[in-house]
């Protein structure tokens, strides 16, 4: 029998929430988010676009079926912190390789299982995304200790821990595309390699000489962590680019660095798009959409040049640009 381990999430509106730890029980500090899916936590716990935050759960039950090492969604999980309802113990799939409670253990993340979930996430929803700890100091942290560890908390650093550490290349029979890797899933390499592309995958922060030199026929950006104005080198390399006549895709992150590099802007929503149920609506055909979704910031502040394709239905966000001269096209959800 497993012996239960107080700890709590403390938000910085002063909100605490008590339950049990486990997986890996050490102190973390981040971002809390909360995420709609009521499958894939195995995806959301190794997407790299949660590094450093606290990623809650509002699904009641997770780990029924465990965790089977196929479905990575990156070389390892980058989130600070997992907050669930209830996770399972006895999990029963015959894929299972693990349970979650060793797969967090393995990879040093804290767990906080059995507070009000739905409670935590109508406090997220109403104030917004904020700085949160879990700890297994209940009640022992002063205001001071909290503080001090809300204020030398980070995730600056997010794309540069993420992205991989050297080049490598995906063969395919079909189009060549210069992949710039700022934290993107698995699942987007392997959907581009089921139809057949060959993909040449650089670090975030590679020269735009060095990627020209590949002769992509494209070059593309998929997801990643953070707020893109934190890599302004990234966003200047897509500007080079583009400069040079180059077709540029990109998904989620991907999508906000094209538009700074376009001139646009990025501003912060409250509570962030997290989930597979968000609708988007294409502004062509009026058709709707129902998306996976991973982001925290929005592209605004678009010149005559660029176009909206999609939008959020539920909040009037942008979900989609194109440029109306330049072989530029990128969306913000997950397709």
């Keep these: 029998m497993r012996k239960n381990i107080k700890a709590e999430l403390i938000l910085e509106n002063g ?5 049990n730890a486990f997986g890996y029980a050490k102190e973390a500090v981040g971002e809390v988010v909360f995420t709609t899916g009521m499958t894939g936590y195995q995806e959301t716990l190794t997407d790299p676009s949660f590094a450093g935050q606290i990623v809650t759960m509002t699904y009641p039950l997770i780990g029924n079926y465990g965790i089977n090492l196929e479905d990575m969604e990156s070389r390892k999980p980058f989130l600070r912190g997992f907050v669930v309802r209830e996770k399972c113990d006895m999990p029963s799939n015959w894929r299972c390789e693990m349970e979650i409670n060793g797969f ?3 990879h040093k993340i804290m767990g906080l299982e059995g507070i009000d979930t739905r409670a935590l996430t109508k406090v997220l929803r109403d104030n917004g995304t904020m700085r949160g700890i879990i700890t297994t100091r209940v009640n022992d942290l002063t205001p001071s200790q909290i503080k001090q560890k809300f204020d030398t908390y980070t995730n600056k650093n997010a794309v540069r821990e993420t992205t991989c550490e050297e080049k490598y290349v995906i063969n395919g029979k079909g189009p060549h595309l210069a992949v710039l890797d700022c934290g993107i899933k698995s699942g987007i390499l392997r959907d581009l390699k089921k139809r057949g592309c060959k ?3 650089f670090p975030a922060f590679t020269s735009a000489k060095e990627i020209l030199e590949s002769e992509a026929d494209a070059i593309f950006l998929g997801n990643g962590p953070g707020d893109p104005k934190d890599i302004p080198e990234v966003v200047e390399t897509v500007k080079e680019i583009i400069e040079r006549g180059l077709p540029v895709l990109g998904i989620c992150l991907g999508h ?8 646009g802007d990025t501003t912060r929503l409250k509570f962030g798009h997290h989930g597979g149920n968000h609708p988007v609506k294409d502004l062509k055909t009026g058709r709707v959409f129902i998306t996976s979704q991973n982001h925290e910031f ?4 678009l010149s005559d040049e660029i176009e909206a394709t999609f939008i959020n239905v ?5 979900e989609g640009i194109r440029h109306k001269t330049k072989p530029i096209y990128s969306v913000q959800f997950h397709p």
């Design 15 to 19: 909100v605490r929430f008590k339950g």
């Design 104 to 106: 967090l253990k393995q």
């Design 199 to 201: 993909m040449t995958v």
């Design 256 to 263: 906000q660095i094209i538009s700074l590099a376009l001139g």
């Design 298 to 301: 929005v592209v605004s502040g």
């Design 314 to 318: 539920n909040d009037g966000s942008i």
